[in-house]
């Protein structure tokens, strides 16, 4: 039989990405609304930086692949998550304060700090 360990760690890290970023509208909904703004500045974020992250993980990995370096980036990813969830009231609070609740503007900027 057949592992298919790296197969299994792409589709539970592509699934966690979705999860994200449907929670990451309801996080944005007390402060911004739940518009079409809102979606679009979720989907196009995290598209843009899946793309980044594809370009720089090409990159780390056509200087040696190895599972230790997958683990770390992982690791990395999930820290960064915490710190999404730790931060995300003040963060969310002051660019609602400062766009004076410009949905546009504030949900936007907010989508790229978190």
């Keep these: 039989m057949k592992y298919y360990k790296l197969e299994t760690v792409a589709f ?6 979705m999860i994200l970023e ?9 402060y911004f609304g739940n518009s079409i703004y ?12 899946l793309s980044l992250g594809y370009y720089y993980g090409g990159i780390i990995a ?6 230790q370096k997958l683990a770390q980036i992982l ?12 931060f995300k009231e003040p963060v969310l609070q002051l660019f609602a304060t ?7 503007t504030g949900s936007l900027l907010s989508i790229i700090v978190l």
């Design 22 to 30: 449907l929670t990451g509208s309801r996080v944005l909904s007390p």
């Design 62 to 67: 056509d200087k040696g692949a190895s599972l």
């Design 75 to 86: 690791w990395l990813a999930g820290i960064c998550t915490f710190f999404i969830a730790t």
């Design 98 to 104: 400062i766009t004076s609740g410009d949905i546009k």
């Design 12 to 17: 539970l890290s592509g699934a966690l990405v």
């Design 38 to 49: 809102i979606w679009t500045g979720m989907i196009g974020v995290i598209l843009g930086f």
